[in-house]
């Protein structure tokens, strides 16, 4: 990557949790069906691209096969012990639903309405409205996206905002990429601290709150896209903080490698960096479709909550 960087040759990455497997294609020589896009930059819809679209009124995911609770409460018990005992502040916890899908998943990737989408043909498709970093000449920012609720909740924008529980969760992850931006840049700040989106679903939206952290980056620096990228993974977002003990906390509660979901992607067009982190995730394993998703635990999380929100970020975004 920081050689395509010092070259100034567009590239995608594709980049897995646990940083054993990444990916790296010049734009030139993008394998045949894979398909990204990012603000700005795309690749188009080829013909006869896509097997069976679907009306957008129709559901894409038809049948949820979710963990038990039982199970759930196992990862969350190991999670809050390790929270008890001071060993982290936060862990992001996850797992994966079995899905029904009513399309292919290049179908869920023309459908899905997010700003950052990529397909990987027989393995995945993501449709991720959280950013990762961006990095331009002389600066690089990140987007951390932590707190959801149901816009359907009477007042719900407030009541995200006030909750504590929630405030604390984003305080924590803000602090963490603070660190994470300072060891690849100065002069941190946070120019907007809690502001909230909304994401659309099928029949139903949901409010997330998000952060901007920005720092300045030496001049040429923003050519070393690997090197910055290597000190910054995995993303603090879907981790927690501490980031080594956590990350360690949450293989031991999850049972499973990630592999790419929670890892990040982007594109470097030459100049810039646009990147996300790859949530909203549907992947293909032994024939099976799994949607994988989750949330931040704190010592305040109740174990019913966290489990009802994984169960509804089950769901994929259409216009």
């Given amino acids: 990557m920081d050689d395509l960087g010092r070259e100034a040759t567009p590239f995608l990455f594709v980049i897995d949790y646990e940083l054993q497997k990444p990916l790296v294609w010049p734009l030139s020589d993008l394998p045949s069906g894979v398909r990204f896009s990012v603000p700005g930059t795309s690749v188009e819809r080829p013909a006869g691209f896509g097997t069976r679209m679907v009306s957008a009124d129709q559901p894409i995911i038809r049948n949820r096969r979710c963990v038990t609770f039982e199970r759930y409460r196992e990862g969350f018990a190991r999670v809050q012990k390790a929270l008890t005992a001071g060993e982290s502040y936060l862990m992001n916890l996850t797992f994966p639903t079995g899905v029904d899908l009513s399309c292919s998943l290049e179908d869920v ?3 899905a309405h997010a700003p950052y989408r990529l397909l990987l043909p027989g393995e995945c498709v993501v449709f991720s409205p959280e950013p990762f970093v961006r990095i331009e000449p002389g600066s690089i920012s990140t987007f951390p996206m932590k707190g959801t609720i149901d816009s359907a909740v009477d007042h719900a924008r407030e009541v995200l905002l006030a909750d504590e529980k929630e405030a604390a969760e984003h305080a924590t992850v803000v602090d963490l990429l603070r660190n994470d931006i300072g060891m690849v840049a100065e002069a941190v700040t946070v120019p907007r601290y809690r502001y909230v989106d909304k994401i659309h679903l099928q029949g139903r939206s949901l409010y997330a709150i998000s952060s901007e952290i920005r720092g300045r980056l030496a001049d040429g620096a923003h050519h070393r896209v690997g090197s910055i ?13 501490p980031k080594k003990r956590s990350c360690e906390v949450i293989a031991e509660a999850e049972g499973e490698q990630r592999g790419y979901y929670t890892g990040v992607f982007g594109v470097f067009d030459g100049e810039c960096v646009e990147s996300a982190v790859m949530i909203r995730y549907i992947e293909c394993a032994a024939d099976q479709f799994r949607f994988r998703s989750g949330g931040g635990i ?22």
Avoid: F, H, N
Wanted: net charge negative; glycine share 6%; charged share 25%.
């Fill in 109 to 111: 990737y023309e459908l």
């Fill in 229 to 241: 990228l290597s000190e910054m993974l995995p993303a603090g977002s879907i981790t927690g903080a």
């Fill in 298 to 319: 704190t010592i305040y999380s109740d174990c019913r909550s966290e489990y009802e929100e994984m169960r509804q970020k089950v769901d994929v975004p259409v216009a």
